[in-house]
């Protein structure tokens, strides 16, 4: 690998990218970091799994076009093959012949995408609490993930949204938008203390998402879903995913188990859409275990 620890910021497919590489003299596999989102960034992983993942793993971050520190890129141009292609040039720019893969929420589903694209470059996979964004299960999954932990008062919008002749990306749209920070908090998250410590580490990066990605995504899917294409990917695969998960949920971290051929489900018992945060030592042991 032609570079050494610190903080970059890459010339990639015509978009300036930021780069941070940690442990590059455990000379591992590089391990590369794919956040969520879409359009998140990786300022809360670097300060929790990440630096224990480093201790052992050569670990690089790198934030997609137009998410936190990279660089927008002109007339909102995001698409799932571009966000693809702008992982190859990183890792050819990089000097890496072969890499492993740890995407978190929608950073499994791009991870996904990158191993069927460019089968030769990947070594391992690890998907915690992987999304599948364009499938009409996430929109209910959210839906009903709200309405089991809401009030009364917000349980009764939400059944008086569903009993509207409305589609469940609408519903979804709506329920979104009625929902304020504690109660997104309380469904990202089992630990409230947790939640309050990732909200602030999110206040502290000045970073924020847009949404102009997932807009632009939403509008250009990939012509084939992907749930209908992971059985070609032959790498091995290790999910991590929370019990009480409202985001993306256990049902689909089930189906990729399911499809994915060579893949091994972990169920973390205490944590809800961040294991990594909220179980992070067993989060760390259970990476580690299965890159080594």
């Known amino acids: 690998m ?31 970091i794919l956040h969520g989102g879409p359009g ?10 990440g630096p224990m993942l480093a201790k052992e793993r050569t670990v690089i971050y790198y934030e997609q076009r137009g998410c936190g520190r990279s660089d927008t890129p002109h007339s909102e141009d ?22 492993d893969v740890l995407g978190y929420s929608f950073g499994g589903e791009l991870a996904l995408e990158v191993a ?6 990947i070594n391992k996979i690890v998907l915690s609490a992987p999304s599948l964004m364009f499938s009409d299960m996430v929109y209910d999954i959210q839906i009903q993930g709200f309405k089991k932990i809401s009030d009364e008062e917000f349980s009764d919008r939400i059944e008086k949204l569903l009993s509207q002749n409305l589609t469940f990306k609408e519903i979804w749209q709506k329920v979104w938008a009625l929902a304020d920070s504690e109660l997104v908090d309380r469904f990202l998250f089992e630990d409230v203390k947790l939640a309050k410590y990732n ?22 899917p990939p012509s084939t879903p992907l749930e209908k294409r992971l059985n070609r990917i ?20 089930n189906i990729m188990k399911q499809e994915l051929p060579n893949s091994k489900l972990e169920i973390f018992k205490k944590s809800a859409h961040f294991p990594d945060i909220e179980e992070e030592s067993k989060f760390v042991a ?7």
Not at 4 to 28: A, C, P, V
Not at 199 to 212: A, I, V
Not at 234 to 253: C, E, F, Q, V, W
Request: aromatic share 10%; charged share 20%; proline share 3%.
């Open 116 to 121: 069927l694209a460019f089968p030769g470059i």
């Open 40 to 49: 998140g960034n990786h300022y809360v992983f670097e300060r929790t799994a």
């Open 2 to 32: 032609k570079y050494k620890d610190g903080e970059y910021q890459l010339f990639l497919n015509e978009i300036g990218h930021w780069i941070k590489i940690e442990g590059s003299s455990n000379k591992t596999v590089p391990l590369v």
């Open 199 to 220: 909200r602030r580490l999110w206040e502290n990066s000045g970073l924020s998402n847009t949404g102009k990605m997932m807009k632009a995504l939403q509008g250009n």
């Open 78 to 99: 995001y698409s799932v093959e571009l966000l693809v292609n702008d992982f190859s040039f990183l890792v050819e720019q990089l000097g890496i012949k072969r890499v």
């Open 286 to 292: 259970k990476t580690l275990q299965f890159l080594r």
């Open 234 to 253: 032959m790498h091995p695969t290790l999910i991590l995913t929370g019990a009480h998960d409202r985001n993306t949920g256990l049902k689909i971290s």
